[in-house]
């Protein structure tokens, strides 16, 4: 891995291949990942940034990431401007699945209406290939929070 290498904000995960018990990862950018995250949060600084995530079979060929997100980070004031340090605690639940999985398909009602439970789980998202980026699942976590 080239030193630019580790700048860059990327952990992929074989997900063909998860032990049956799952596979937890913990993610701490370093610096530089750090000034990365700020710039895309457009935000002062990323003081710390800890993701802990479990990685788990769902269903049949589903993936289940669940895990939690500490943050501490600097960002301007809307008012006066002034830095403020605020820190992020962010929950994960999230369910995947590889694209064309019998299970991505909606549920239809009788009349061909589409089902939403409003209080249920999201829907799964869709996956590429054999990998999940460990980064782009806590960075959209991260900087919807």
């Given amino acids: 891995m080239s030193k630019s290498d580790h700048n860059q904000l990327v952990y992929p ?21 750090r000034e990365l995250l700020a710039q895309q949060a457009e935000i002062l600084a990323v003081e710390r940034f800890v993701a802990d995530l479990e990685f788990k079979r769902w269903r049949r060929d589903g993936i289940s990431v669940t895990g939690e997100i500490r943050t501490e980070i600097l960002q301007e004031c809307v008012v006066t401007l002034e830095p403020i340090a605020s820190t992020i605690v962010e929950k994960i639940d999230r369910t995947f699945l590889p694209e064309g999985s019998k299970l991505s398909r909606p549920q ?11 209080e249920g789980r999201d829907e799964p998202d869709l996956f590429i290939g054999e990998t999940l980026d460990a980064y782009d699942i806590v960075s959209e976590h991260f900087l919807l929070a």
């Fill in 13 to 33: 995960v074989n997900v063909a291949v998860l032990p049956a018990r799952g596979l937890k990862i913990s993610l701490e950018p370093n610096a530089a990942q």
């Fill in 108 to 118: 239809l009602s009788s009349e061909g209406e589409l089902i939403l439970d409003y």
